[in-house]
């Protein structure tokens, strides 16, 4: 599957993309009281913040993304990365083979230049069961700054959800999508270029 491919490609565009010494303050985002094993540090020379933590929820349960939808301010806007449904795939980047269900969120913010990934996932064993063999929902919570959005934008293909902010939970689904790309008409005006 391309997700960890995918998610190295973005990290070094990221490092490329930030070559400037500036300091950078992450924007204030609360995480949920729930969370435990809460961790937060920068990377990429400062130029990335990372905050994660793990969720005791019910595979396909969203409360992380819930929580984003809820406090994220604007001028961020939420943007799909990998679609609104749960993927599942094998892993083996970090040891053993083992199975990945997992969902991509990102918002972004066009005055700031900044982008905000999101990534709830649960992990079992290789035997790639439809659903996770516990309740650990891991979140992974990272802004990126100083980055081109639009170029963001259209390497990762990331995409405005047409209808409700809420990810589907059937894994088939295909939902209609507008691209997130504000050359397209379609787009609300806010997406687009000053």
Not at 11 to 30: F, G
Not at 166 to 174: G, H, L, M, S, W
Request: hydrophobic fraction near 35%.
């Amino acid at each position: 599957m391309r997700m960890p491919s995918q998610i190295r490609g973005f990290v070094a565009l990221v490092a490329l993309l930030s070559a400037c010494s500036e300091t950078y303050v992450p924007t204030p985002l609360a995480v949920p009281d729930s969370a435990i094993a809460l961790q937060q540090f920068e990377f990429l020379q400062g130029h990335a913040y990372q905050t994660e933590y793990t969720l005791k929820a019910a595979y396909p349960a969203t409360p992380a993304f819930e929580h984003y939808l809820r406090i994220v301010p604007a001028p961020w806007i939420r943007c799909d990365w990998a679609g609104p449904n749960w993927q599942r795939f094998f892993d083996s980047t970090e040891g053993p083979t083992r199975t990945v269900y997992q969902q991509l969120h990102m918002w972004v913010n066009r005055e700031a230049n900044r982008t905000l990934m999101l990534r709830t996932s649960y992990f079992s064993d290789d035997n790639c069961d439809p659903v996770p063999l516990d309740d650990d929902q891991r979140v992974v919570v990272v802004e990126y700054f100083g980055v081109d959005v639009d170029d963001t934008i259209t390497h990762l293909k990331l995409t405005r959800p047409s209808k409700s902010p809420r990810p589907q939970t059937v894994p088939d689904a295909e939902p209609q999508k507008m691209l997130c790309n504000p050359e397209q008409p379609s787009l609300p005006t806010s997406l687009r270029e000053p």
